[in-house]
């Protein structure tokens, strides 16, 4: 996080390409490691999902299932570490309103769909909903089949606009 901070220039689309053709046969090792870690860093997996539908179009169900361990694997980070660094104590103190509302709404009824909508709308974080459920202590099951149901068409609509972006690339 810290790297991302002080480089933002190192996480750009050009980056990756040019990383990616420096590894050769090795840029799907490299995908399938940057889907997994970006996550604890907190990166939005948009970019690196639509980045894998681009250089690996032959891979596509591939790219999927990786895509998706990646945030899957994220979302279960965030709802079971809520507490690290003390995080839940400052959302707590300078939102209580707006926590309050989100506690509301994940311990009601209709709470997995709620995810499930929050992780489908492209706008909003999808780390900060799993996150929020892990400070309701919202049942894990229902967080995690809200985060699939809602991300698994999101990320198949970037995958495949990946696929698209790749006729523009010059590799």
């Known amino acids: ?7 933002p220039d ?23 490691v940057a ?4 996550g604890i860093l907190l990166i939005p ?14 891979a ?13 694997g994220s979302a279960s980070l965030l709802y079971r570490f809520p507490g690290f660094a003390g995080y839940d104590r400052v959302l707590e103190a300078k939102y209580p309103e707006k926590l309050a509302r989100v506690r509301a709404r994940l311990e009601g009824p209709g709470a997995m769909w709620f995810v499930a909508g929050w992780a489908f709308f492209p706008v909003v974080p999808t780390d900060l909903i799993c996150y929020a459920a892990g400070l309701v202590r919202m049942p ?26 790749s006729g523009f690339l010059p590799i």
Not at 35 to 38: A, D, H, Q, T, W
């Open 1 to 7: 996080l810290g790297w991302y901070l002080l480089h």
């Open 10 to 32: 190192h996480f750009t689309a050009e980056r990756f390409e040019a990383v990616l053709r420096g590894w050769g046969p090795w840029a799907f090792a490299g995908f399938v």
């Open 35 to 38: 889907s997994l870690v970006r």
């Open 45 to 58: 997996s948009t970019p690196v999902v639509i980045a894998g539908g681009a250089f690996f179009p032959e």
């Open 60 to 72: 596509l169900p591939a790219v999927l299932v990786i895509s998706m361990l990646g945030i899957v």
């Open 140 to 165: 894990y099951r229902r967080m995690i089949t809200g985060i699939i149901i809602g991300e698994l068409p999101l990320v198949t609509a970037y995958i495949l606009l990946g696929t698209k972006l």
